[in-house]
Each structure stands twice: as C-alpha cells, then as structure tokens.
C-alpha cells in the first residue's frame, strides 16, 4: 500500500527522470552489439530515471540538500545491486 502512495504522488517527477535518462542514453551513442547490452541500457535507464525522479520530487518539497543522499541511498544500493547482478549473469 506503501508503494502504490508513493507511486501515485512521484509518477511525474519518475517520468521526467527517466525521459532524461533516455536522451542522455541516445546522446552519448549507446551501442547494442546484443539482447544482453540492450537490457542493461534499459536497466540503466530505468535506475537512473528513478534515481533523477526521486531527487527532483525531494528537491520539489525542499527538503535540505545535506540529507537528499540520506534518503536515496536504498536507491543508490538497489543500483548498483542490480547492475552488479546483471554484470554477473552476463
């Protein structure tokens, strides 16, 4: 129940972060050579557009900047567990 509030009232900034992660993915020319390069660039992007989503909704209810890593950093591990795992199974 949890999840779905925090969904409903952080679906835009989630948005935002992700279209941002997907035109910085297509600039700096991602190149798929196969299916496994392919999911860790989707992966990647929907990490980072989390990651982005979650800073701006904390910096749209102005919360200090000195506890804004405090409070991503389950997201920040939840990352780097993820592509580490993806690294491994590839």
């Known amino acids: 129940m949890k999840l779905k509030k925090i969904i ?8 935002v972060g ?3 992660a ?3 993915a297509v600039n700096k020319g991602a190149e798929v050579n196969d299916v496994t390069h392919l999911i860790m660039l989707r992966v990647s992007d929907i990490f980072f557009g989390v990651l982005v989503g979650t ?3 904390y910096g749209h209810i102005r919360i200090p900047v000195y506890e804004v890593p405090f409070k991503m950093s389950k997201y920040m591990i939840a990352f780097v567990l993820v592509i580490l795992s993806l690294k491994i199974l590839s």
Request: no cysteine; net charge positive.
């Open 8 to 15: 409903k009232e952080r679906w835009k900034f989630y948005l």
């Open 18 to 20: 992700w279209i941002f």
């Open 55 to 57: 800073a701006l909704y």
């Open 22 to 24: 997907y035109i910085i």
